[in-house]
């Protein structure tokens, strides 16, 4: 149980959800019903965490005790805050709490080495996807995942330095802008979370995982290989060097650094034996049948 | 840096300092002292095997590396400037020789 739970449970909150997502325990207290009613719903079929003992805990706050009621700001708190972070206006609460919980792993998750990617299996084979905001990653991890693909993240890759496996973290997909509608065209209501418009990454929507990805997300997989999509560009597929895939992967880890050298280990470890593929696409059915080509080449 | 001594001798970090893999023509370094990794291309992880634990003053090192390697533009200065480059990210010593 880490220190800081018994700090932030100290404090009183009016409403509180506490969910377990693969190995990690969250607990999400508000002064709001409105974020805890919108993630009780996107997160129903989730555990509570091991023992009911939360690894992190997220709180969101008034900015002033008055703001409650009058155009109501959720700050957002927890074991690990950044402290210039901007309010965001109650109707986004829900992207409060994601962003909250992804704060609480990028500042203090030491167990696994943290890639900001998404993550797909079959076979009990992972392709990690990753690549800067905008790239398409979330978009195309949900399209797979209704291709036969298991989703097992969205936001995090956990990579467990003992073992090289990658561990299942599938919170609901962070659909955002065109990706959002590419998705619902796909899915029936109930798969969605609230449309969030005007928010800070523009519009976004989340997608909550299929039965399979929450039946299996105690189940970790053997990475197999590294993508990295980039959306809007013509079809073209190539192989990355693993210098390249290195310092891509430093880049998009929040810990490698705090690791030391068991993130060191971990990644020159996976970029000297996984197989890396540079996708860009035009558009998402392009880029579908890219990631399978590449992966039967595999 | 007085690289224009002679008698200057260059070591290699300690061995057990260092964690090196070669990633195609990069290598990747961490340096446990520092906790600081570093992606190294030609010819640096070159030099760093060339010197070793012993050390080698410039001259040495130059004459090693031509034994080892062929050098298509053996240039003194630029070897100097290379080892101060390693001085400063802490993977190379640099004293007084004896």
Redesign the interface.
């Known amino acids: 149980m880490r220190a800081g739970v018994l700090r932030t449970g100290a404090l009183s909150v009016r409403h509180v959800f506490s969910v377990r997502v693969g190995p990690v325990g969250f607990r999400i207290g508000s002064d709001w019903r409105a974020p805890i009613a919108a993630l009780e719903r996107v997160y129903a079929a989730y555990p509570a965490p091991h023992g009911g003992i939360a690894d992190f805990s997220v709180r969101l706050f008034a900015a002033r005790p008055w703001r409650r009621f009058v155009r109501p700001a959720v700050m957002i708190g927890g074991d690990y805050v950044l402290p210039e972070a901007a309010p965001l206006p109650l109707a986004q609460g829900l992207l409060a709490a994601e962003m909250g919980m992804n704060l609480q792993m990028a500042l203090g998750q030491r167990h696994y080495l943290l890639l900001h990617a998404a993550v797909v299996e079959r076979e009990g084979q992972a392709m990690i996807l990753t690549g800067a905001s905008g790239a398409g990653k979330s978009t195309l991890a949900a399209l797979l995942s209704l291709r036969g693909w298991r989703l097992m993240a969205d936001e995090f890759a956990l990579i467990d330095p003992r073992t090289g496996l990658v561990h299942a973290f599938p919170r609901a997909v962070s659909l955002k802008n065109a990706g959002v509608a590419t998705i619902a065209a796909e899915v029936p209501e109930r798969r969605l979370g609230p449309l969030l418009a005007h928010t800070p990454k523009g519009t976004i929507r989340h997608l909550i995982p299929d039965t399979t990805a929450v039946a299996k997300m105690d189940c970790p997989a053997r990475p197999a290989a590294i993508l990295f999509p980039s959306f809007g560009y013509a079809r073209a597929t190539r192989a990355v060097l693993p210098s390249e895939v290195f310092v891509r992967l430093t880049q998009a880890s929040t810990n490698y650094v705090a690791l030391g050298e068991r993130g060191f280990d971990t990644l020159t470890r996976m970029v000297t034996t996984l197989p890396a593929f540079a996708i860009d696409y035009p558009d998402t059915n392009t880029a579908i049948d890219q990631v399978e080509a590449a992966w039967a080449a595999l | 840096m007085d690289g224009d001594d002679p008698r200057l001798t260059y070591r290699m970090a300690r061995p057990e300092t260092l964690?090196i893999?070669h990633?195609?023509?990069?290598s990747?370094v961490?340096h446990?002292a520092s906790?600081i990794?570093h992606?190294l291309a030609a010819p640096a992880p070159e030099i760093l095997a060339a010197l070793g634990e012993a050390g080698q003053t410039l001259p040495s090192l130059m004459a090693r590396l031509g034994a080892l390697y062929t050098l298509e533009d053996a240039d003194a200065a630029a070897l100097e400037a290379r080892l101060d480059e390693l001085v400063a990210c802490g993977l190379v010593s640099c004293e007084p020789g004896l």
């Open positions: 964690s893999v990633l195609d023509s990069f990747a961490y446990r906790g990794t992606l």
